[in-house]
């Protein structure tokens, strides 16, 4: 999908941006996200009915706090550590991190639990306990 679909839309300032329960972007699109967020916006498609589509601002004056939501922080992390500027003009960041079997039950996962360990005390580490929910 591309990250700016031509046709002008009003744009909806949201001071959270959830990314993402549906799809682990953290994990697999970072890129993505980062070229959305040089843009300024993003569109989203409601999965519910197509022809519905937002044009969400990312700029870091709408935008108070991101929820990230993943099973494995490791692109997320690089992607921070590439771009810390970018990130830190947002106010806050927020990781539900959900840490729930070995890789080998979930094989898509594509990294071992004890990395996942790893990433959560970066996590911590770097924003604090209150800004890490794990389960």
């Keep these: 999908m591309d990250i700016a ?3 002008k839309r009003p744009i909806i300032r949201s001071p959270i941006i959830s990314c993402s329960r549906r799809t682990d972007i953290p994990a697999f699109l970072m890129d993505w996200v980062i070229k959305a967020v040089e ?5 989203v498609i409601n999965p519910f ?6 044009r969400i601002s990312l700029n870091p004056d709408d935008v108070k706090c991101w929820v990230w939501w993943s099973k494995n922080f490791g692109e997320w992390i690089k992607a ?3 771009n810390i500027d970018l990130f830190n003009s947002y106010k806050g960041h927020s990781f539900q991190f959900t840490i729930n079997s070995p890789s080998e039950l979930e094989k898509n996962i594509g990294v071992s639990l004890d990395d996942r ?4 005390e970066w996590l911590t580490r770097e924003f604090s306990l209150l ?3 794990y389960r």
Excluded at 39 to 43: C, E, Q, R
Aim: aromatic residues 12%; hydrophobic residues 35%.
């Design 5 to 7: 679909l031509s046709e």
């Design 39 to 43: 843009i300024g916006y993003v569109d």
């Design 49 to 54: 009915n197509r022809n519905q589509i937002s």
């Design 80 to 82: 921070y550590e590439n």
């Design 117 to 120: 360990f790893k990433q959560l």
């Design 131 to 133: 800004a890490v929910n």
